[in-house]
């Protein structure tokens, strides 16, 4: 069975402090892994990564992706209030299907 | 922002009634699916479409129906809806979901009395 495990499931931070957020998977037919936010409506698309060992960055957000170990890390330096969010993984599998892992809940306290 | 609208944003109905959300996009994208978010299991698929009257079952696809007659518009049905469908829905579109990522609605809040 598909599995996409995201951990912690919950963090709780000062603004300025830096963040990782940590996401493991079991999928067949791996094609890509995506992170998204979700703030309290839609959930946002932040990267897409298909290629092991190459880091994506926009602005104080990152992101990098093990194929052999299974896993991606999303980084974010600097935290501000705004960050404040749920943080989502999710495999892409073909076959039309996105498998997502339960989420990270992030608060940045003032 | 992808250009996609659900309706309604919320809805409180009782059980056994008829329910048909809609989702409507802009983008002519092929790709149209339907969430649902619960508490405790994240985001599950409920039914996806790859065309216009082209459609497939997601993960939890017992008691919903789907529909696609244009590409625009992709509608989700509970036939008689029951309390355990309470929850929010989300719609989805991508272009070519291999190399590009799932853009989504702002989601419909549905309780189910």
């Known amino acids: 069975e598909d599995k996409v495990v995201q951990s912690p499931l919950s963090l709780v931070v000062h603004e300025g402090d830096t963040v990782t957020l940590n996401c493991s998977y079991e999928?067949?037919?791996?094609?890509?892994l995506l992170w998204y936010k979700q703030e309290k409506k839609a959930p946002t698309f932040l990267f897409m990564l298909?290629?092991?060992?190459i880091e994506k960055k926009s602005g104080r957000l990152s992101s990098i992706l093990d194929k052999k170990e299974l896993f991606s890390i999303l980084n974010i330096t600097a935290t501000q209030t705004g960050d404040s969010a749920i943080y989502l993984c999710a495999v892409w599998r073909g076959s039309e299907k996105l498998v997502f892992g339960k989420g990270t809940k992030l608060t940045v306290n003032p | 922002d992808a250009g996609i609208t659900q309706s309604p944003r919320h809805k409180v109905t009782e059980t056994g009634t008829p329910v048909t959300l809609r989702c409507h996009q802009t983008?002519?994208?092929?790709?149209m699916y339907w969430y649902r978010q619960d508490p405790g299991h994240g985001l599950r698929l409920i039914h996806y479409s790859y065309g216009v009257k082209d459609t497939d079952k997601g993960e939890v696809s017992d008691g919903y129906s789907v529909s696609r007659s244009k590409t625009e518009d992709f509608l989700l049905t509970l036939e008689s809806a029951t309390s355990s469908q309470t929850s929010v829905y989300f719609c989805?579109?991508?272009?070519?979901?291999?190399?590009?990522?799932?853009?989504f609605g702002d989601g419909t809040r549905l309780s189910i009395l």
């Open positions: 983008e002519n994208h092929r790709y």
């Open positions: 999928v067949t037919n791996f094609r890509s």
């Open positions: 298909t290629s092991s060992g």
């Open positions: 989805a579109i991508s272009e070519s979901p291999d190399y590009q990522p799932q853009h």
